[in-house]
C-alpha cells in the first residue's frame, strides 16, 4: 500500500456511472483524480459534470493513444459496451483498470469484480470486471443457495430509467414511463448470460423499467433439491454475508426506493411455499449507480490495493 494518494483516471464521464465515479474519486480520502476523458466533454471543465467540484481539470480526449499517454495508478472505464478494449490493450498491464462496461465480464484473465464472491482473487489485481447491475443483484441472491438449486431459477428485475443510460430511448423517455412498468429483451438478455455464466448453471432472467430514477429490485423464484423452512433459508445469507460489510439481510421484502443513495445490497423476503416447501423466493435491492457500477468499482480498487471495502463510501448513503 503507498502511502501517496492513489491517482485515478476516468475515461467516460458523461453518464450516470462515470459522474458517480466523479464524485466519489472526489470524496476519497485515498484517491485523487488524476485525469479524466470524455470524447462528448473534451476540452471543458469537469467541473460542468460534478456539482460541487473543486478541481480545475479539463476533460481530455478519450482516444485509447491519450488515455495511454497518462500517469495513474488506476484507470476506470465508464464507457458503453464494445468500447473497452482498445483501451485494455493501450494501458501497461501494470496499471490496475476497472471495467464497467461488459466487454471483459467474460474473459478468464479479468477477475470477475463481485467482492461478496471473489474478495481474494480481486486482492492485487490489475484487470477487473465491474459486474453489471442486475447480475450484481442476482448473483448475491443465488450463490448463496447455488449448490442447492434444482432446477433453472427465475429471475425478474425492475429497475429505475438511469440503468438505461443517458442516450435518448424508450427506456427513458419519462412521458413513456409515467404510470407505467416497461418489460423488455424477455429473452436473451445479456445479464442472463452473465448470471449464469458465473453461476454455473442455466439461469432466466426478465427486466423491466420503472418510471423513478435509481435504484433496482431483482425478484427470484427458486427451485430446491430438498424441502426448507424460512429461518434456514434466511440462515443461509445470514451466514454467507455475515462479514460482508455493504450487504444487509432482513427478514421483510427490501424496495427499490430505499436503496437509492446507498453503496450496499439489501437480502430478504425470504419465502417457502407452503404446498412445496422446496419453492423458495427472495428479493434483492440495490442502487444501480451505486452497488450496481460506481461503488461496486471504488469497493474493487479499495481491495486491489489492501484498503478495507468500505473506505472512501462511509460518508455516503
Not at 453518464?15 to 476540452?43: Q, T
Not at 440495490?286 to 479499495?302: E, M, P
Request: aromatic content about 6%.
Amino acid at each position: 500500500m503507498m502511502d501517496r494518494p492513489l491517482s485515478v483516471g476516468l475515461v467516460g464521464a458523461r453518464g450516470y456511472a462515470g459522474r458517480e465515479l466523479l464524485a466519489l474519486v472526489a470524496s476519497h480520502p485515498r484517491l485523487s483524480l488524476s485525469f479524466a476523458a470524455s470524447s462528448s466533454r473534451a476540452g471543458r471543465p469537469v467541473a460542468e459534470a460534478v456539482p460541487n467540484w473543486r478541481g480545475e481539470q479539463i476533460f481530455l480526449d478519450a482516444s485509447p493513444d491519450t488515455v495511454a499517454e497518462q500517469d495513474a495508478d488506476v484507470v476506470v472505464l465508464a464507457l458503453p459496451n464494445g468500447h473497452s478494449i482498445d483501451y485494455a490493450a493501450a494501458v501497461s498491464s501494470d496499471t490496475v483498470m476497472v471495467d464497467l462496461s461488459a466487454d471483459h465480464r467474460f474473459d478468464d484473465d479479468w477477475v470477475y469484480g463481485l467482492a461478496e464472491l471473489h474478495r481474494d482473487d480481486i486482492s492485487g489485481a490489475t484487470r477487473i470486471a465491474n459486474p453489471g447491475c442486475y447480475a450484481t443483484a442476482a448473483m448475491l441472491a443465488l450463490a448463496p443457495a447455488a449448490s442447492m438449486l434444482a432446477a433453472e431459477p427465475s429471475v425478474f428485475g425492475v429497475s429505475g430509467y438511469s440503468g438505461a443510460g443517458t442516450d435518448p430511448s424508450p427506456k427513458n423517455d419519462e412521458s413513456l414511463l409515467r404510470d407505467n412498468v416497461m418489460p423488455y429483451h424477455l429473452t436473451g438478455h445479456m445479464h442472463e448470460r452473465e448470471i449464469s455464466h458465473q453461476l454455473g448453471r442455466p439461469v432466466r432472467f426478465a427486466p423491466s423499467v420503472a418510471p423513478f430514477e435509481r435504484g433496482l429490485v431483482v425478484t427470484v423464484l427458486a427451485e430446491f433439491q430438498k424441502p426448507i423452512d424460512v429461518g434456514s433459508l434466511a440462515g443461509i445469507y445470514s451466514t454467507h454475508f455475515g462479514d460482508d460489510p455493504l450487504i444487509a439481510v432482513q427478514a421483510d421484502i427490501p424496495l427499490p426506493r430505499d436503496a437509492a443513495g446507498r453503496v450496499g445490497a439489501t437480502i430478504g423476503g425470504f419465502s417457502v411455499d407452503g404446498d412445496d416447501p422446496r419453492r423458495v423466493g427472495l428479493a434483492v435491492t440495490l442502487d444501480n449507480l451505486l452497488k450496481g457500477a460506481a461503488s461496486q468499482a471504488i469497493q474493487n480498487i479499495n481491495l486491489a490495493y489492501g484498503l478495507g471495502d468500505l473506505e472512501g463510501l462511509l460518508t455516503i448513503g
